[in-house]
């Protein structure tokens, strides 16, 4: 191990720690910048045990782009998720529970997906199968739950396949 990697285990987690906290202080001072360099050494640090390997993302720059349709998917589920509150009648609401069967097999992916489908209103993901190779995702309104489960692979899990796998 580097005397780089001694000082910065995780190298962007301190750079995430960091920015993260000068946005939470709200205010670009010294004293923000100073206070966030040091839980960016420390908290990685401290917690370097818990991470015996570290995630290795295959292509970076792709986080980007996964980044930007994630944004927009929670932009237009925001108004789809409306419309249906407003408009449709809880007799035309089609609710309901779809099983979606994974490629991924690293945990950092399958953790992100998670996310990403929980983060996009109207959808849950509410557990992992114990193998790992599916995850149950709740849906608000789904006509359609083959369209929807088909939309979570190409959209998110192929995206996070090339980044992590």
Not at 19 to 40: D, H, K, Q, R, S
Not at 120 to 140: K, N, R, Y
Not at 153 to 165: G, N, P, T
Request: charged share 15%.
């Amino acid at each position: 191990m580097t005397l780089f990697h001694r000082i910065f285990p995780h190298p962007l987690l301190s750079v995430v720690l960091a920015v993260v906290w000068v946005l939470l202080v709200n205010t670009l001072t010294l004293n923000a910048v100073v206070f966030g360099a040091i839980l960016g050494l420390v908290v990685p640090w401290l917690t370097r045990a818990y991470w015996p390997d570290a995630p290795r993302l295959r292509n970076p720059l792709m986080i980007a782009e996964y980044l930007l349709v994630v944004l927009w998917d929670i932009v237009v589920a925001n108004v789809q998720v409306a419309v249906i509150i407003l408009f449709k009648s809880d007799a035309a609401r089609r609710p309901c529970w779809i099983t979606v069967p994974l490629e991924l097999r690293t945990p950092e992916a399958i953790t992100v997906l998670a996310g990403t489908i929980t983060m996009t209103p109207g959808t849950v993901s509410s557990d992992l199968s114990a193998d790992g190779h599916a995850i149950l995702v709740h849906c608000l309104h789904a006509p359609d739950p083959d369209a929807v489960r088909d939309q979570i692979k190409s959209r998110y899990e192929r995206r996070l396949m090339e980044i992590f796998e």
